[in-house]
């Protein structure tokens, strides 16, 4: 029996103790410690990571006729870097502690404690300023003694070459953006894209985050999901809204509620130098992180291409063989993190539901209602009992499955059965099916509903098409 009283995750720590349990994220180099906002992804961590990575590949990139994809290198020639403004704008204004050595972002200081919404397009001198007016403590140690505000650029660097002292300084790339544009020539030549046309890729990005956390929500190592849209210039408007559109596909897609999710455009003032025009999909993450920043998407007019032309001396313009002209195409740039996708599935789909056990007492399940395209395993293989005469079918069964799906089954034959049901419902298993004593008989199982948990005898001979029909 089951009352109606489920309970959306409160906190993160929620999500990050059933996340570490379960085997989703591990904080990174565990057993030494870790390093701080750096995380690893567990067995049932990677299939979700992969599930959600495969899913934008095949709706973006291979469903769409107007897409091509890539996959650029971290390592780039540093010019890039220099063309695209990184290395002079790429920054953000860092505030030391004196007494416990403590650094934060001081927009976020001044958002945060002093509720000053526009902070970020206010200047370092501005930001010390108004520091130095209400005599900010230290959020870690309570001391007044933060510094003035002083610009950090956010870029990883290492050395190419057997000696640092001699080598050449690269950088790792703080977004894979860059090396759609560095190879744009060569995909329209050897794709035979016209415009519009977009180029998407996933691939892992570094930025030096001053004041990373909230989990997986800010780290330092992050993959994202983004895509290039070239366009005719002029046509930025329609191109907009339709990867907005297509953006509020996404998250439907992932089946995330959308009383959490909101769209917030970017005021004149608050637009990044290549930008004409941006909005944020934005979240309301739980406990005191409320509202931030989810995916972008941005007009970056004709900005990269034309720096990248003027720094390399290589024509990039398009030949539009309809018109006769070149031209300097426009770009949409629709973007997605991964992590953040990861993030935000688990905690909508994380839920504490009061139910009442088979002898009247009070309890609760705890349950992981993930999309079954997104779970990480879509079915468990139970036998009732671990004895031969049912683990020999359940095994059998598994192996069928494997084969004919293609997709990630449990097997599970350890504790009684309904430790096993929570257990699977906890990491987010769609149905879990049972082979009991009756199927030696009937040559039929029991699949069990994770959300509703109601149950339905199928013949063996079933299992796999009802499971692809659930899955799809």
């Known amino acids: ?10 906190s993160m720590e929620k999500i990050v103790a059933l996340a570490k349990r379960r085997g989703f994220v591990f904080p990174g180099s565990d057993i030494y410690g870790g390093l701080a906002n750096t995380w690893d992804y567990g067995p049932l961590g990677i299939e979700l990571k992969n599930n959600i990575k495969q899913l934008w590949w095949r709706t973006f990139v291979q469903k769409r006729p107007d897409m091509v994809g890539l996959d650029a290198g971290i390592l780039m020639n540093p010019r890039v870097w220099e063309a695209s403004g990184h290395v002079v704008n790429f920054n953000d ?20 404690k002093l509720g000053i919404l526009d902070a970020a397009t206010k200047s370092p001198d501005e930001m010390s300023a108004i520091l130095k007016e209400v005599n900010l403590a230290c959020p870690h140690c309570g001391n007044r003694t933060l510094t003035d505000a002083r610009q950090f650029n956010m870029m990883f660097s290492t050395t190419i070459g057997p000696v640092s002292e001699t080598g050449t300084r690269v ?23 016209k415009l519009p046309f977009g180029v998407g890729q996933i691939g892992k990005a570094f930025r030096n985050e001053i004041t990373p956390g909230n989990f997986i929500f800010r780290v ?64 309301d993450f739980p406990g005191s992180m409320g509202w931030k920043e989810l995916y972008g998407l941005a007009n970056r007019t004709d900005f990269d291409l034309r720096s990248h032309q003027a720094s390399s001396g290589v024509d990039l313009t ?58 990480p395993y879509k079915a468990a293989i139970l036998p009732l009992a671990k004895k031969p005469e049912l683990t020999s079918v359940a095994r059998d069964l598994f192996d069928r499955l494997q084969d004919d799906l293609g997709v990630m089954i449990d097997y599970d034959e350890t504790a009684n059965i309904g430790k096993r049901y929570r257990r699977q419902d906890e ?25 509703s948990m109601t149950q339905q005898r199928i013949g063996l001979s079933e299992v796999a098409g009802f499971l692809r029909d659930a899955i799809r």
Not at 1 to 10: E, G, I, Q, V
Not at 100 to 108: G, I, L, Q
Not at 341 to 358: G, K, P
């Open 318 to 375: 398009y030949f539009d063989q309809a018109e006769g002209t070149r031209y300097l195409p426009h770009v949409i740039e629709p973007t997605f993190g991964v992590e953040r996708s990861i993030l935000t599935v688990m905690i909508d789909a994380y839920d504490e539901e009061s139910t009442v056990d088979v002898n009247g007492k009070a309890d609760t399940r705890v349950v992981m209602r993930l999309a079954p395209r997104l779970a």
């Open 427 to 451: 990491i987010g298993t769609p149905f879990c099916v049972t082979v009991d004593f009756d199927t030696l008989e009937d040559e039929a199982v029991t699949v069990r509903d994770r959300d």
């Open 93 to 112: 204004p860092l505030v030391d502690c004196k007494t416990c050595k403590s650094r934060f972002r001081a927009d976020h200081l001044l958002e945060e």
């Open 171 to 193: 950088y790792l790339r703080p977004e894979t953006a860059q090396g759609i544009f560095v190879q744009y020539k060569n995909v329209v030549a050897s794709s035979r894209v």
């Open 220 to 283: 330092l190592e992050f993959e994202q999901m983004e895509i290039e849209y070239f366009i005719k210039p002029g046509d930025g408007e329609a191109a907009f809204e339709m990867w907005l559109e297509a953006m509020w596909s996404w998250v439907r897609l992932l089946e995330l509620n959308e009383d959490h999710i909101r769209v917030r455009e970017h005021d004149p003032a608050e637009l990044s130098h290549y930008s004409d025009r941006t909005v944020d999909f934005e979240y």
């Open 1 to 10: 029996m089951t009352d109606t009283n489920t309970t959306r995750a409160s």
